[in-house]
């Protein structure tokens, strides 16, 4: 009688952790499709050249192989950085940018993009780099 009660938390003990470890792809997955669609969500408001954001689109799931994105290395990946410098893109910055929460660097620069800038940027606690310049962006009142 006692072993059985020797192993009865032995087993609880285990059966957490294996529900624990079962349910970490989830997060992560959790994580990486809010990056793909705060990512989509931003496209929705732009307008360029043909090509320039093609690859943005709900064929492809890895956010990580999109024009003017890079994702961090290690597991679970995600969008660390978005350089769109350059591209002849127009439209007006979404505050759906602010739920790429682990975005590092913000690279607009040198496009049309016109309106206001999405006070939820501000939330981005890892950002560290922000290029909104050469754009026609509203100044803040």
Not at 12 to 28: D, E, G, H, Q, R
Not at 41 to 58: D, H, I, M, T
Not at 66 to 84: E, F, N
Request: net charge neutral; with cysteine.
């Amino acid at each position: 009688m006692a072993s059985s009660a020797v192993l009865f938390p032995s087993f609880v003990w285990f059966l957490y952790l294996f529900c624990f470890l079962c349910s970490l792809p989830l997060a992560i997955c959790k994580e990486a499709e809010n990056d793909r669609h705060a990512l989509l969500c931003f496209k929705s408001r732009l307008s360029g050249p043909a090509g320039v954001l093609a690859s943005w689109s709900n064929k492809s799931f890895d956010v990580c192989e999109w024009h003017g994105i890079t994702c961090s290395k290690p597991y679970p990946r995600r969008v660390i950085a978005l350089d769109l410098e350059s591209e002849g893109i127009s439209g007006s910055i979404s505050p759906c940018v602010a739920n790429l929460t682990s975005i590092t660097r913000l690279q607009l620069s040198n496009n049309n993009f016109s309106g206001g800038i999405p006070s939820e940027i501000g939330l981005l606690r890892r950002l560290r780099d922000l290029d909104l310049s050469r754009n026609n962006l509203e100044d803040p009142e």
